[in-house]
Protein backbone atom coordinates (compact mmCIF):
# COMPACT_ATOMS: atom_id res chain seq x y z
CA UNK A 1 0.00 0.00 0.00
CA UNK A 2 2.69 1.86 -0.17
CA UNK A 3 1.16 5.09 -3.03
CA UNK A 4 1.11 8.72 -3.09
CA UNK A 5 -1.78 10.14 -0.96
CA UNK A 6 -4.11 12.23 -3.08
CA UNK A 7 -4.45 16.54 -1.87
CA UNK A 8 -8.23 15.69 -1.51
CA UNK A 9 -7.43 12.56 1.18
CA UNK A 10 -4.43 14.82 3.12
CA UNK A 11 -7.38 17.80 3.62
CA UNK A 12 -10.02 15.54 5.30
CA UNK A 13 -7.81 14.17 7.53
CA UNK A 14 -6.49 17.43 8.02
CA UNK A 15 -10.37 18.60 8.99
CA UNK A 16 -11.02 15.29 10.34
CA UNK A 17 -7.81 16.49 12.92
CA UNK A 18 -8.73 19.76 13.59
CA UNK A 19 -12.30 18.62 14.65
CA UNK A 20 -10.83 15.90 16.96
CA UNK A 21 -8.02 18.08 18.41
CA UNK A 22 -11.05 20.91 18.95
CA UNK A 23 -13.38 18.37 20.73
CA UNK A 24 -10.55 16.89 22.55
CA UNK A 25 -9.93 20.69 24.23
CA UNK A 26 -13.44 21.25 24.75
CA UNK A 27 -13.39 17.75 26.65
CA UNK A 28 -10.16 18.41 28.40
CA UNK A 29 -11.35 21.97 29.89
CA UNK A 30 -14.53 20.87 30.33
CA UNK A 31 -13.10 17.88 33.05
CA UNK A 32 -10.64 20.23 34.30
CA UNK A 33 -7.85 18.00 33.13
CA UNK A 34 -4.68 20.56 33.45
CA UNK A 35 -2.12 17.71 32.74
CA UNK A 36 -3.43 16.07 29.82
CA UNK A 37 -3.38 17.20 25.74
CA UNK A 38 -4.57 16.34 22.79
CA UNK A 39 -1.64 15.60 20.93
CA UNK A 40 -1.08 11.86 21.36
CA UNK A 41 -4.99 11.17 20.31
CA UNK A 42 -4.20 13.10 17.14
CA UNK A 43 -0.73 11.31 16.74
CA UNK A 44 -2.50 7.81 17.30
CA UNK A 45 -4.80 8.71 14.77
CA UNK A 46 -2.37 9.82 12.08
CA UNK A 47 -0.21 6.61 12.56
CA UNK A 48 -3.31 4.29 12.06
CA UNK A 49 -4.31 6.01 9.29
CA UNK A 50 -0.23 5.75 7.88
CA UNK A 51 -0.66 2.10 8.55
CA UNK A 52 -3.47 1.18 7.27
CA UNK A 53 -4.03 3.87 3.83
CA UNK A 54 -0.46 4.96 2.89
CA UNK A 55 2.84 2.80 3.72
CA UNK A 56 5.32 4.79 2.40
CA UNK A 57 8.47 5.06 5.15
CA UNK A 58 10.40 7.69 3.37
CA UNK A 59 7.31 9.98 4.03
CA UNK A 60 5.39 8.79 6.79
CA UNK A 61 9.61 9.42 8.41
CA UNK A 62 9.60 13.00 7.46
CA UNK A 63 5.78 13.70 8.18
CA UNK A 64 6.47 12.22 11.96
CA UNK A 65 9.80 14.55 12.27
CA UNK A 66 8.93 17.68 10.48
CA UNK A 67 5.46 17.47 12.74
CA UNK A 68 6.82 17.03 15.91
CA UNK A 69 9.08 20.14 15.54
CA UNK A 70 6.02 22.06 14.44
CA UNK A 71 4.61 20.60 16.92
CA UNK A 72 7.12 21.71 20.02
CA UNK A 73 8.10 24.87 18.49
CA UNK A 74 4.28 26.05 18.40
CA UNK A 75 3.67 24.65 22.15
CA UNK A 76 6.39 26.65 23.27
CA UNK A 77 5.03 29.61 21.63
CA UNK A 78 1.08 29.49 22.13
CA UNK A 79 0.83 28.38 25.27
CA UNK A 80 2.50 31.87 27.06
CA UNK A 81 -0.39 33.69 24.92
CA UNK A 82 -2.97 31.55 25.17
CA UNK A 83 -3.05 29.01 27.84
CA UNK A 84 -2.24 25.12 28.03
CA UNK A 85 -5.82 23.93 26.44
CA UNK A 86 -5.98 26.68 23.06
CA UNK A 87 -2.16 26.55 22.80
CA UNK A 88 -2.06 22.45 22.89
CA UNK A 89 -5.16 22.58 20.43
CA UNK A 90 -3.75 24.72 18.02
CA UNK A 91 -0.47 23.43 17.95
CA UNK A 92 -1.54 20.32 17.21
CA UNK A 93 -3.93 20.73 14.58
CA UNK A 94 -1.33 23.35 13.03
CA UNK A 95 1.38 20.17 12.96
CA UNK A 96 -1.20 17.84 12.26
CA UNK A 97 -1.57 19.98 9.05
CA UNK A 98 2.15 20.64 8.09
CA UNK A 99 2.82 16.90 8.82
CA UNK A 100 0.25 15.94 6.52
CA UNK A 101 1.39 18.62 3.67
CA UNK A 102 5.23 16.76 4.14
CA UNK A 103 3.97 13.52 3.62
CA UNK A 104 1.49 14.34 0.45
CA UNK A 105 5.00 15.94 -1.11
CA UNK A 106 7.62 13.51 0.05
CA UNK A 107 5.00 10.62 -1.05
CA UNK A 108 5.13 12.12 -4.76
CA UNK A 109 8.61 13.44 -5.46
CA UNK A 110 10.23 10.13 -3.96
CA UNK A 111 8.66 8.18 -7.10
CA UNK A 112 5.73 7.56 -5.45
CA UNK A 113 3.07 9.54 -7.86
CA UNK A 114 0.22 6.95 -8.09
CA UNK A 115 -1.07 8.03 -11.17
CA UNK A 116 2.96 8.07 -13.31
CA UNK A 117 3.42 4.79 -12.11
CA UNK A 118 0.17 3.02 -13.09
CA UNK A 119 0.05 4.76 -16.26
CA UNK A 120 3.78 3.51 -16.89
CA UNK A 121 2.37 -0.28 -16.41
Known sequence: ??????????????????VVSGLGCGVLVALDRQHFS??????????QWFWARHRSWPAGVAAGLVGAVVL???????RPELGRHVGDMLA?????????????????IGGRGGRRLDTAR
Open 72 to 78: FVLIDAL
Open 1 to 18: MSRAVAWSEAALVAVACW
Open 92 to 108: TGAAATVSLAVFALVGR
Open 38 to 47: VAPLVGTGLV
